[in-house]
DNA sequence: TAGATTGTTAATCGATTAACAATC
DNA sequence: TAGATTGTTAATCGATTAACAATC
């Protein structure tokens, strides 16, 4: 019986853990690395041993008492967590500088994204190659999304069309969104939605250099 | 005496929800609203009027008890807080997809950011017009981040290099690094770090559509 | 077997929510 | 003044850390 299937409930708060650990034991596994305690994996990742073997367990047990873990299982079984193992369908809407970047730059097909397609609304785009494929027009959506089941949808379109647009792709069977907009989507709750706010983020960066110029000057 | 000195020891639970409180009083002001109350606010947010109104109190008494919040001085007081009055110097560090897109994409001088240059190692890019500017080789950087007062750096590279650009560019003064390379940086603790990690933002996706999937079978 | 380290329970800490007195 | 809504204290909830028995 896969583990997780089991897994409910867990809070955000590991999940969002979930994808450094991966990261860690990426590299420790590509330097040959065969185990690690929760203590030596503790002092390299600057939590503590406790929080890491309380998020593994939340999972199953993967360790061995007085072992400690074996890496390559453990890297294995973090991936499966994450589904790496299934494979989904995407497209980018918008292809603007940042839906450009990220169909060049990200690597989605090792994380199991089938990279489908590319759209916008702006006509001088239609056409331009973007790594193997042609950015098409908007009207294409329907269509293309019902006939290659594409269940994923990156949205790097301006705020104002973003909202409506998601809910166009809900209606074509979208199942998961990757928004770049900056505005809160609104769609059904059992749609998946991950955001990243670059703005956000921008503004928590400048809250922080303030802080600490501020905390300086006492 | 200005209240956002007073502020230390806010969590960063509460800094992060900063920005969307910002964003959400922006577009009210934008529609005219004058006056909102923490009810108000927490149904359009779908967040406890509770939470809000501790948030803001750990700033200040922003609001009036029997008639809530002045949207146009709670927005400027919130800018105040997120630092958005002060300027800041800014560079970009890697002139590849993701650093062009930065480049062009991003408002910084709306948020008080000036972008002042930007740099790659790749011979090939050396002089390519970006926005108003021509990337830099990576020889530049000591006496252009000194003389002009750069605090700031994007970096857009790649995670083998991101982490010895780090330290170097501490070495030469810089306070704060907007973190897109995916890897931890090692830079001393009074150096402001926001790191924005797309690949780990798209394995939390992936997990959360199979947690979904998984879900429907039951 | 002895030593090491997990898995898990219990204790602590911090963040969120509820309640209500203060006050505009 | 009466009604509304904040600011703030108290209660609850959840997440993190500590401790240790289980066991490899």
Do not use: C
């Not at 190659?129 to 027009?137: E, F, G, L, S």
């Not at 505005?183 to 983020?201: A, C, G, R, Y």
């Amino acid at each position: 019986m896969d583990k997780e299937i089991d897994a409910k409930n867990i809070s955000q708060a590991v999940i969002s853990r979930l994808p450094r650990y991966f990261r860690y034991l990426g590299e420790l596994k590509d330097s040959n690395v065969e185990r690690i305690s929760s203590q030596e994996l503790s002092e390299m990742m600057k939590v503590t041993a406790s929080q890491i073997r309380q998020d593994f367990n939340n999972f199953g047990g993967f360790g061995q008492q007085g072992y400690g873990y074996r890496v390559n299982y453990l890297y294995d079984e973090i991936g499966k967590i994450l589904g790496l193992n299934k494979t989904h369908h995407l497209i980018i809407v918008g292809a603007g500088n940042l839906g450009q970047a990220l169909a060049n730059y990200m690597n989605f097909e090792r994380r199991g994204f089938h990279f489908k397609g590319i759209f916008d609304s702006n006509e001088q785009l239609h056409g331009k190659k973007i790594r193997d494929m042609y950015v098409q027009p908007m009207e294409n959506l329907e269509s293309f999304v019902k006939d290659n089941d594409i269940d994923i949808a990156v949205l790097t379109i301006p705020k104002t069309s973003a909202v409506a647009v998601a809910e166009e792709l809900v209606g074509y069977g979208v199942k998961a969104f990757w928004n770049f907009a900056h505005v809160d989507l609104n769609v059904p709750k059992e749609i998946v939605v991950e955001s990243v706010h670059l703005s956000d983020s921008l503004l928590k960066l400048s809250y922080n250099i303030n802080r600490k110029e501020n905390e300086d000057e006492e």
